[in-house]
């Protein structure tokens, strides 16, 4: 029964999210696809942890690094297709059909490593372990100087290209990203209910009783670890091209915390839920400030994290089920 | 089916196995007693391969288990059940029993195969679960289950593996009499077709089960013979601090 | 050579002894009351925003200073009876999250009250100045000052916990907490005072960072991430633990940022090693925080508990 209500929400939510550009451009506010853009890629992101940390209780504090390997990956290509330079003996690139690829293959190969060093570890050393290589990677953004440092840099030749379609329509664009956001959320769905899903359901109750019924915990831990990173490579990468910018703050370890916050804020282990939360998190973003003003209280709108904060803080220890528990009345 | 030789196991200065040796013939229900601290828990934690031994030869089914890692024990055929109850409580009780099958199968990573749509693997593990009983219980939550039900789940869960040997630590601990009696029912009719190897400290269960006993002080077997022999034993009497531990329930009370 | 060698050790060890007061605190939250506080290095900030704006006032560093104690500590009682205690029955995940959220709250608060403009502090008179070290450096008497202050903080802290009963309580609840709350002892009272001690050392470690660095918002968080290495490395729970990752770490980043330019310069060419040593030289902690933890995922020195 929980599965039609879900269905029909998403059913909704799809039609909505399909007839948004048309609806924008009648109210005249086209710009604002571009504000749905970001939601959607950076659903995302949050879809992709909330595998790990809402289905199999990874508490992964560096999942950024994956957005920035993505978002990098499309960043030298450009850059090196502009400037007509070679990186390691290869060709720079803007087709949509090699970056975005690339940035899901390194991204995997990226959370391999990372993940087969980490997973050797269990809680807050878990926690620890991730957090530096999210550091590591951030500080070696930081220190690729020819691809703009601490500044980031842009991409000079606009988005990746794609044949018959023209990504720096911004409509077009959006749509793009949503087919990837529809892609990953089925495929994730699909995952979570898959036999799979149940392991994973399984570590996150009961990790050390794994290995007495037959299963390697750690290979399990290890293949969402790198689904997980895949999805958030492929976030970065469309982030890239949605700013045409990219900069080591994608991978600043405040990003992953902000990854975290919208899936608890959602709902975790919901899948829904982190949807719901990224749309809250990029809402209040917006219109927190303008609520703020609107109420007279100008200097809060400034600051409205100062709000936000406490916010969160009771959501945590009071309302953990997140939006997902008050719109579905379940706890997650 | 099971040889284990001069296995030794320390913890710093403490033994915990010390030149332990101890044979379980196939077939038969075999009974591990001894004294708090002897070594029983850490043995079995040896044999289901959560600890290394420092020392030893462990030989099951013909094959050196010690090569084993401790994730493919149960698709050889060893399978431990805990003595503190350690089940999955957010699943139901019909999926705690699909997830071990579906691990036994290779299953157990497979994104493609839905997990609800495997009827034939619904209908082995509602087969299971009336083996012990608990078929009414097939779509309660495990963690909202009495406690020996939960020990009823885990005796499934360990069936579903199919075991040629099966370790039980302390099966009866923090049972009832009647819950008792129904592991001990449930027991006595696996005694065909699996191996036990039964760590217990309740003397009525022990002597009414066991085909062997063997007796485990300090690390060390004392004694390995049948329950007659081993109830007459003066060793054994002493080594139970004066013979009182060997009392069962219905002599002391 | 050596003299650049030794001065640079020396800066080492002043890092490590910024680490060390801030990693204390850490470490005995954790290891004491399973606690990952993350909001940690805002009351460094606020120590070091407390003194830059007292000495504003006051225009004296020591009154400053003493005045800025009761701030640290007040602003931790509160945070730890509003929020902290709330948190010690909760799990990582929760933690993470609350004090995270805390830190968004406490850096926008500092913000609305000090701008967004880096305050700054100058070095006491006083403590202004160089002293010669074994006669082979001239090294910055202020900076000697802290290493002194630190290692005097480690000395009466060494003090407390092998001697006092206080001490004796804190090194049982590390280890098994359950006993500790059978003996009869207001756990809650001792949880407030061990944070808010925590949170004095990592404030007066701002204190003391002061005239050294710009006071801005985030300062504390770079820091913090630091002393999670630190504290990995030295192993959670344990003070002496985290004294020698401490000064591990401000040992091996200091002297990292200094010399590794140069050894790859022997390598590379000169632009790409400056950027890339740039890299490694950040990297490197956090290089060894993960091979320690892939060597031994629970750390070196792991407090192993009893329970």
Redesign the interface.
């Known amino acids: 029964m929980r599965y039609t209500q879900h269905t029909r929400f998403l059913i909704v939510c799809l039609v909505i999210l399909i007839l948004l550009p048309w609806f924008f451009q009648t109210i005249e506010s086209s710009y604002l696809v571009s504000t749905f853009t970001r939601l959607v890629i950076f659903a995302i992101a949050a879809v992709s942890l909330d595998l790990l940390?809402g289905y199999t209780g990874l508490?992964s504090?560096g999942h950024a690094a994956f957005l920035g390997v993505g978002a990098y990956t499309v960043g030298i290509l450009s850059f090196h297709a502009y400037e007509e330079t070679t990186f390691l003996g290869l060709p720079g690139t803007l087709s949509g059909l090699v970056s975005i690829p690339l940035a899901i293959v390194l991204s995997a190969l990226v959370a391999l490593i990372i993940g087969a060093?980490s997973l050797?570890?269990?809680?807050?050393?878990f926690?620890?372990?991730t957090?530096?290589?999210g550091?590591?990677l951030f500080?070696?953004f930081?220190?690729?100087?020819?691809y703009g440092?601490d500044d980031g840099m842009m991409m000079f030749d606009g988005r990746n290209t794609l044949p018959g379609f023209n990504l720096n329509d911004r409509v077009e664009f959006y749509y793009f990203c949503l087919t990837w956001f529809v892609l990953f959320f089925w495929f994730s769905t699909?995952?979570v209910?898959?036999?799979?899903?149940?392991?994973l359901?399984?570590i996150r109750?009961?990790e050390?009783?794994?290995?007495?019924?037959?299963?390697?915990?750690y290979?399990?831990k290890l293949?969402i670890f790198v689904i997980a990173g895949i999805g958030a490579g492929l976030a970065g990468a469309l982030s890239a091209n949605h700013t045409e910018f990219i900069s080591p703050d994608i991978t600043h370890?405040?990003r992953s915390?902000d990854l975290?916050?919208v899936v608890?804020l959602g709902g975790m282990g919901t899948l829904i839920g982190p949807v719901l939360g990224t749309f809250l998190f990029l809402l209040l973003e917006e219109f927190l400030p303008l609520i703020l003003h609107s109420l007279g209280l100008n200097?809060l709108s400034e600051?409205w994290?100062?709000v936000?904060?406490?916010i969160?803080?009771l959501m945590?220890?009071y309302a953990?089920f997140g939006l997902y528990g008050l719109i579905f009345r379940q706890r997650s | 089916m099971l040889e284990i030789q001069n296995l030794c196991k320390s913890f710093g200065a403490l033994k915990a196995s010390d030149d332990l040796s101890l044979s379980v013939d196939q077939g038969t229900i075999h009974a591990l007693i001894g004294p708090n601290g002897a070594g029983k828990t850490t043995l079995i934690s040896q044999l289901s391969g959560y600890m290394q031994p420092n020392s030893g030869m462990i030989t099951f089914d013909g094959q050196d288990l010690l090569t084993v890692p401790a994730h493919k024990r149960p698709h050889a055929g060893l399978v431990r059940s805990f003595q503190i109850t350690s089940v999955f409580p957010e699943l139901t009780v019909l999926d705690n029993i699909c997830l071990v099958l579906q691990s036994m199968r290779g299953h157990a990573h497979s994104i493609i195969r839905l997990a609800a749509s495997d009827y034939f693997e619904q209908n082995e593990a509602q087969e299971i679960l009336t083996r012990v009983g608990l078929n009414d219980k097939a779509y309660s939550l495990t963690g909202n289950l009495a406690h020996g039900q939960k020990r009823q789940v885990e005796i499934a869960m360990a069936l579903a593996t199919k075991p040629k040997l099966l370790l039980l630590d302390e099966p009866m601990a923090g049972m009832g009499t009647e819950e008792s009696l129904q592991i001990m029912d449930l027991l006595n009719v696996l005694r065909k077709s699996v191996t036990m190897l039964l760590v217990e400290h309740d003397m009525d269960v022990v002597f009414s089960l066991a085909d062997k006993i063997s007796v485990l002080v300090y690390g060390r077997v004392v004694a390995s013979d049948t329950p007659e022999n081993i109830r007459n034993n003066q060793d054994v009497q002493e080594a139970y601090l004066g013979g009182n531990e060997l009392k069962t329930k219905a002599e002391i009370c | 050579m050596a003299q650049l060698y030794f001065e640079q050790l020396l800066n080492g060890i002043q890092l490590g002894m910024f680490l060390f007061l801030v990693s204390s605190g850490l470490t005995l939250i954790f290891g004491f009351m399973n606690v990952i506080n993350l909001a940690h290095g805002s009351l460094f900030m606020i120590g070091a925003y407390a003194i830059a704006f007292l000495h504003g006032v006051t225009n004296s560093f020591l009154l400053a200073l003493i005045l800025s104690l009761p701030v640290v500590a007040i602003f931790a009682w509160v945070i730890e009876v509003v929020i902290i205690s709330r948190l010690y029955t909760r799990d990582h995940l929760d933690q993470v999250l609350a004090t995270f959220a805390l830190i968004l709250f406490i850096n926008e608060g500092t913000t609305m009250l000090f701008g967004r403009t880096p305050m700054f502090l100058d070095v006491p008179p006083l403590l202004s100045g160089m002293i010669s070290i074994f006669g082979v450096v001239s090294y910055p008497l202020y900076r000697i000052a802290i290493i002194v202050a630190g290692l005097a903080v480690a000395f009466v802290l060494w003090i407390i916990i092998a001697k006092t009963r206080l001490g004796m309580l804190i090194r049982a609840g590390t280890t098994n907490r359950e006993t500790v709350e059978q003996l009869g002892v207001n756990i809650n009272q001792l949880n407030t005072i061990i944070f808010v001690a925590g949170a004095m050392f990592a404030g007066f470690a701002g204190m003391l960072a002061g005239p050294l660095t710009s006071v801005e918002v985030g300062m504390g968080e770079n820091l913090l991430i630091l002393c999670f290495v630190c504290i990995v490395i030295g192993g959670i729970g344990s003070i002496r633990g985290a004294l020698l990752g401490a000064i591990t770490v401000g040992v091996v980043d200091t002297m990292g940022r200094a010399f590794v330019p140069d050894l790859l310069g022997k390598f590379l060419e000169p632009t790409a090693a400056s950027g890339i040593s740039a890299g490694l030289s950040s990297m490197s902690i956090y290089l060894l925080m993960v091979v320690v933890l892939v060597v031994k995922p629970t750390g070196l020195f792991p407090v192993v508990k009893s329970h």
Not at chain 1, 142 to 146: A, F, R
């Open positions: 940390i508490v504090f060093l050797r570890t269990k809680g807050v050393y926690i620890m372990i957090l530096s290589f550091q590591m500080f070696l930081v220190s690729l100087e020819q440092g699909r995952l209910r898959s036999k799979f899903g149940r392991t359901a399984a109750q009961n050390d009783r794994l290995s007495s019924i037959g299963i390697n915990e290979w399990a293949q370890w405040t915390g975290m916050i608890i200097l600051h994290r100062f936000f904060g406490p969160l803080i945590v220890l953990k």
